[in-house]
């Protein structure tokens, strides 16, 4: 009994020590809460603008706890004339951008910025960075010419553009000078100290100005900046030896036989020569005669008249004036003159419109009205017919007064308006013309597309 005793005393010991242990791990595996917050970090340690410029830093929200709280965002610290702007200003999500702008005149230099969080239930949570505003980069200028390369003559002048390509905000006077100028040559500039982009240099060479090539430098000077410069490449020539050079006006004339017409000689000098210059014409039809008033020439015109006989060869030839002079390689013009026969007519088309069908045909009177006594052929064609249609006349080169033209349509014509034009030629007297209004219609029951192709043309022989 005494020995069962013992045995109990060990049991419960041991059955005190378990629960002991037991409560022991029961409170070390207890879950205990998590505390909601955030924090706060920025993408870049360091972030560079100018003035008149923008930078952008990123900032980033870590979440703890489950926290979703919006975080609203400001920033401290800024240099002067550099403001910030948050989006979102007020985060809900794990990031917002900050914009950062300088106003053209912000102070340079280097500033720390925070940037600040604030939530509802939260402690301030801060984070800085460094900004840098770097110095506006000085206004300056550079200078071309246009033309880079200029030749002139002795006695002449010649221009060139100078062009300012200013930078940074430079917008003061350039003041413009110019050195390397060859002796005899004399340089301007309008204006001579620009606040605008450009100005017109002049070179004037005098009558003895030295010939040859030069390299002028063109300078320009601002207050407070480095001169620049531009070169120009100038060659000075001596003129060229005294000349002169033939021109008709008009270089055309028509002559009607029995009658006469006139065209003036322009005499064009140069390199100062003033010598007389004799004048012929060569190249003249039979019974077409030609005179110069005057002859010779001293000043810069001589009227030419030419006059063609009742029996003058009638067609177009072309007329050759020489001008000689002493000491002077000889110079020649050209002259277009016709000749023609008097008289003259005119065309007249009756009906002024006429329509067909496509395989079928229809007829307008051509009128041939003679004036001054012309009784000569006159060759009749028509132009701008339409695909598929042909003219004829009858007769083709009527000497009387009427000609019949037929316009016939084929089967597969081009359907449409048109208008055509009907062309007399007279021996002699050049070309006179009317027109028609052509319309191809399809046959009753089909169908065809508006808008005939023009283009065709067709003569009294046309089939």
């Known amino acids: 009994m005494r020995l069962g005793m013992l045995e109990v005393a060990r049991l419960m010991s041991a059955l005190i020590a378990a629960v002991t242990v037991a409560a022991c791990n029961n409170d070390d595996n207890e879950v205990q809460p998590t505390t909601q917050s955030y924090t706060l970090a920025v993408a870049n340690a360091t972030v560079t603008t100018a003035p008149g410029g923008t930078a952008t830093q990123t900032v980033n929200i870590t979440r703890t706890g489950g926290f979703t709280g919006a975080v609203a965002l400001t920033a401290t610290g800024l240099p002067t004339g550099v403001t910030a702007a948050f989006d979102p200003q007020s985060a809900t999500g794990n990031s917002s951008t900050l914009t950062l702008t300088a106003a053209a005149n912000a102070a340079p230099g280097n500033a720390t910025v925070t940037v600040k969080g604030t939530a509802t239930g939260q402690a301030d949570k801060t984070v800085t960075f460094q900004l840098t505003v770097n110095a506006a980069p000085a206004g300056g200028f550079t ?119 006139t065209s003036t000689v322009n005499i064009t000098r140069t390199g100062g020569f003033a010598g007389s210059v004799s004048l012929t014409a060569s190249g003249l039809p039979n019974g077409v005669t030609a005179a110069f008033n005057p002859t010779d020439a001293t000043g810069a015109t001589s009227t030419l008249t030419l006059t063609a006989s009742a029996t003058a060869a009638i067609g177009t030839v072309t007329v050759t004036i020489k001008g000689t002079s002493q000491g002077q390689t000889d110079q020649t013009t050209t002259l277009a003159l016709t000749v023609n026969i008097p008289g003259s007519f005119s065309l007249e088309v009756n009906p002024k419109t006429l329509t067909i069908q496509q395989g079928a045909n229809g007829t307008a009177t051509v009128t041939i009205t003679r004036t001054d006594g012309f009784t000569g052929a006159v060759t009749l064609t028509a132009i701008g017919l339409p695909n598929g249609v042909t003219a004829t006349f009858n007769p083709a080169a009527p000497t009387t007064d009427q000609s019949t033209l037929t316009l016939t349509a084929s089967a597969t014509a081009a359907p449409g308006s048109t208008t055509v034009t009907i062309q007399g030629n007279g021996t002699g007297l050049g070309e006179h013309t009317t027109t028609i209004t052509l319309i191809v219609s399809s046959p009753a029951g089909s169908s065809g597309n508006v808008g005939a192709s023009t283009g065709r043309s067709s003569t009294g022989s046309s089939p």
């Open 143 to 261: 200078l071309a010419a246009n033309p880079a390369t200029l030749t002139i003559q002795q006695g002449a002048a010649g221009t060139s553009t100078v062009n300012i390509t200013r930078t940074n905000g430079f917008a003061g006077a350039v003041t413009l000078t110019v050195t390397g100028l060859p002796n005899g040559v004399t340089a301007t500039f309008n204006p001579a100290a620009p606040t605008t982009n450009s100005s017109t240099l002049t070179l004037t060479a005098s009558a003895t100005a030295a010939t040859g090539s030069a390299a002028v430098t063109i300078r320009g000077n601002a207050t407070g900046l480095t001169e620049q410069t531009t070169t120009l490449a100038l060659t000075v020539n001596a003129p060229p030896a005294g000349g002169f050079t033939l021109a008709m006006n008009p270089a055309a004339l028509t002559v009607v036989q029995g009658l006469s017409a």
